[in-house]
């Protein structure tokens, strides 16, 4: 790398998109984006020149944006992020309208969300009904101590478990909805080689079989955790609707709908329990 004496110098030799780079010199200096345009023939500082290197270096490597900030936006608020959590997605936003919806008309409605991760979901929806009682699980604590640091920083009341599924809530009062975004990509997709997903914890992205196993298991335990009329919304693939439909209606369920996102797939799936 040639020799560089200014911000503007050094953003124009990075490998990354200028918008990144500027990302990465504001996560340095912590200043805002309009603070690095004003200031961009400023001399550099040899300490911060070195910080920035080395994210840049990250960043180069494939490393997400997310994991190299600590944080991602999700529904208008900042989540911390660390490789001990998924990285919300923006498509995880529609399954919290759609559990939102399932409990309009239910005042001060048990929620429980399987697979917390970051604690996206709970958080969001447990700040978008306060009235709720929240309840999130997840088999890693390590992603479970995230989430609770995100409800205490967002100001979110909502209770932890931890355990496989169902295991930690035996015993406990009936949901009037289940909502998960569990881990569905098949053990053999090679998109789990690629991109951000090498970064992310393997046991958020898939079930190690067939992508529907956690879907299966969460599907098929749902009943016994329901109060009558609970409804039961899960995020899948965007080829796993059909299938996704299919155990519900095996489990049971009424008035199943799959919603289509803005690209037109059928991303979130929901029933209602009919008996
Ligand atoms: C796709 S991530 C979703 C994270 C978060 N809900 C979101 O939407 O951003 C799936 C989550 O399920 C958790 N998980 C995987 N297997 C599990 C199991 N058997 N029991 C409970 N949680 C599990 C993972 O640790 C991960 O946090």
């Known amino acids: 790398m040639a020799a560089t004496h200014t911000l503007r110098d050094r953003v124009a030799a990075s490998p990354l998109p200028r918008l990144e780079a500027h990302m990465l010199w504001q996560q340095v200096l ?12 400023d001399p550099l500082d040899p300490a911060h020149l070195a910080a920035y290197e080395a994210l840049e270096a990250r960043r180069a490597a494939g490393e997400p944006m997310a994991y190299i900030l600590g944080r991602r936006e999700f529904l208008g608020r900042e989540f911390r992020v660390t490789p001990d959590v998924l990285i919300p997605r923006p498509e995880t936003e529609q399954l919290v309208e759609a559990a939102l919806e399932a409990v309009a008309g239910c005042a001060a409605p048990r929620v429980l969300d399987l697979g917390t991760g970051s604690g996206a979901v709970a958080v969001s929806v447990a700040l978008a009904r306060p009235d709720a009682r929240v309840d999130a699980t997840d088999v890693s604590p390590a992603a479970l101590a995230i989430a609770a640091e995100n409800a205490r920083a967002l100001g979110a009341s909502l209770q932890f478990f931890h355990g496989n599924w169902y295991d930690s809530r035996l015993g406990s009062p009936q949901y009037d909805l289940i909502v998960s975004n569990p881990p569905y990509i098949h053990a053999r997709d090679p ?3 690629q991109g951000d997903l090498r ?30 009329s609970g409804t039961v919304c899960v995020e899948h693939g965007w080829d796993q609707a059909g299938a996704v439909r299919r155990l519900l209606r095996r489990r049971g369920f009424a008035d199943i709908a799959s919603l289509r996102d803005l690209a037109g797939i059928e991303r979130v799936t929901r029933g209602r329990l009919s008996f």
Do not use: N, Q
Not at 201 to 224: E, K, Y
């Open 191 to 193: 998109h789990l080689g």
């Open 30 to 41: 912590g200043v805002p984006r309009s603070w690095l345009i004003a200031h961009d023939t």
């Open 199 to 228: 970064f992310e914890p393997p046991t958020a992205l898939t079930d190690g079989a067939d992508g529907l196993s956690a879907l299966r298991a969460i599907i098929d335990g749902a009943p016994r955790y329901l109060a009558p």
